[in-house]
Structures are given as structure tokens and as C-alpha cells.
T-cell receptor, first 114, second 112 residues
Framework: EAGVTQFPSHSVIEKGQTVTLRCDPI?????LYWYRRVMGKEIKFLLH????????ESGMPNNRFLAERTGGTYSTLKVQPAELEDSGVYFC????????????FGPGTRLTVL | EDQVTQSPEALRLQEGESSSLNCSYT??????LFWYRQDPGKGPEFLFT???AGEEKEKERLKATLTKKESFLHITAPKPEDSATYLC?????????????FGRGTSLIVHP
């Protein structure tokens, strides 16, 4: 079984530019989560999809962040326009059922905004 | 607001030197407490879930325990390959969203 994959692994952009991160969950996992870890801080929740629907987006920092999961498979997280404080590592995780204990995490995308 | 505090921030051990990592938490009704291991450049990897005070779980050299206020991850006779960051997270029973709150982690280095 293939794990959660994320693309790109690293992204360096300038302030004001747009970046799109992609997450492919484990096949059959309806629940997909996005998290972010800013340097020196804890991993923080951004949002949760159940299939293609946004179940909880309470962690999204502002309207510069847009997440989509068309067709309930892979998900994208777009940051437009990027700001310096958006730098960090963005993780995606998936589970088969909501509330599932074991979240399977991807390797993360390290975003640097200059 | 749910909170998780992990200590120490960093820990250096000699191979074979047993120790414990601490995770203190406050949560409005605990559904589960999770331990993850994270290697550099990788995502967190699930280790254990604990649900109620008094519960213990073991995996190889690791043993996790839970009280009403904290959890310990005991590492017995560690090896260099146990070097990693260990993350603790709690999931509240209320709300229904099942979103975990993470601590900042303990960075463990085991010297040969």
C-alpha cells in the first residue's frame, strides 16, 4: 500500500507569489487533513476533508489559503499571495474513517517565502 | 483550549541509558492521547494511542503510560536508531471534529 505523498518537497517563492501544494492520500482514505508546522512551534491543524467536502476549516489562517479536493481523491492547498509568515512545513495526513486513531502523514512540503 | 506541553525539549542519551519523555496535557474530556515518532525530513509516524488513565502500551523498547494529567514515553535501553523527535497529541471527546492538538515534541539523540 502506497503511503501519503506530497508535492513538491520544497518550494521557495517570493512574497506576493502564488504556490500550490498537492497531497495524494492513501487510496480509500476518505478523510484528509492539512497541517502546518512553523519553525519552533507545534504542528497545527488547518482543515479536514471528508471525501470532497470540507468538514472543518477552523484552522485556516485567512482567506489567502484555499484548499480543494475535487472528486474526493487528491487535495491541493493554494496560498495566494504568499506572505513571509506562511513559511513552514505543510503536512497532509489521511485516515480511512473520521476519528481514526492512526493518521498517516505524508513527508511534508517545506515552504519558504522570501 | 486544549494544551499539550512536552518535556524535555531535547534529550541526549548514551546507548543503553533508559529514560522517560513527558507529555502534560489539558483537554476538555480526553478521547485519546497519541504518540508519534518523526524522523528528519519525514512526516510523523504513529506509535500508540492511549484512551484512559492507567492504560499502558508497549512496542519494542518503547512503553507509553497515561494518567489524568500526563503521559510518559519510557525508552528502555535505547539504541542509536531510536534517535528522532517524539510528538504527543491529544484528541478531545467533545466537538466531534476529532482534531488532534500537538505538543512541540522532544528531540532525542542516542549516542553509540
Amino acid at each position: 500500500e502506497a503511503g501519503v505523498t506530497q508535492f513538491p518537497s520544497h518550494s521557495v517563492i517570493e512574497k506576493g507569489q502564488t504556490v500550490t501544494l498537492r497531497c495524494d492520500p492513501i487510496s480509500g482514505h476518505d478523510n484528509l487533513y492539512w497541517y502546518r508546522r512553523v519553525m519552533g512551534k507545534e504542528i497545527k491543524f488547518l482543515l479536514h476533508f471528508v471525501k470532497e467536502s470540507k468538514q472543518d476549516e477552523s484552522g485556516m489562517p485567512n482567506n489567502r489559503f484555499l484548499a480543494e479536493r475535487t472528486g474526493g481523491t487528491y487535495s491541493t492547498l493554494k496560498v495566494q499571495p504568499a506572505e513571509l509568515e506562511d513559511s513552514g512545513v505543510y503536512f497532509c495526513a489521511s485516515t480511512r474513517r473520521q476519528g481514526g486513531d492512526e493518521q498517516f502523514f505524508g513527508p511534508g512540503t517545506r515552504l519558504t517565502v522570501l | 483550549e486544549d494544551q499539550v506541553t512536552q518535556s524535555p525539549e531535547a534529550l541526549r542519551l548514551q546507548e543503553g541509558e533508559s529514560s522517560s519523555l513527558n507529555c502534560s496535557y489539558t483537554v476538555s474530556g480526553l478521547r485519546g492521547l497519541f504518540w508519534y515518532r518523526q524522523d528528519p525530513g519525514k512526516g510523523p509516524e504513529f506509535l500508540f494511542t492511549l484512551y484512559s488513565a492507567g492504560e499502558e502500551k508497549e512496542k519494542e523498547r518503547l512503553k507509553a503510560t497515561l494518567t489524568k494529567k500526563e503521559s510518559f514515553l519510557h525508552i528502555t535501553a535505547p539504541k542509536p536508531e531510536d534517535s528522532a523527535t517524539y510528538l504527543c497529541a491529544v484528541q478531545a471527546a467533545s466537538g466531534g471534529s476529532y482534531i488532534p492538538t500537538f505538543g512541540r515534541g522532544t528531540s532525542l539523540i542516542v549516542h553509540p
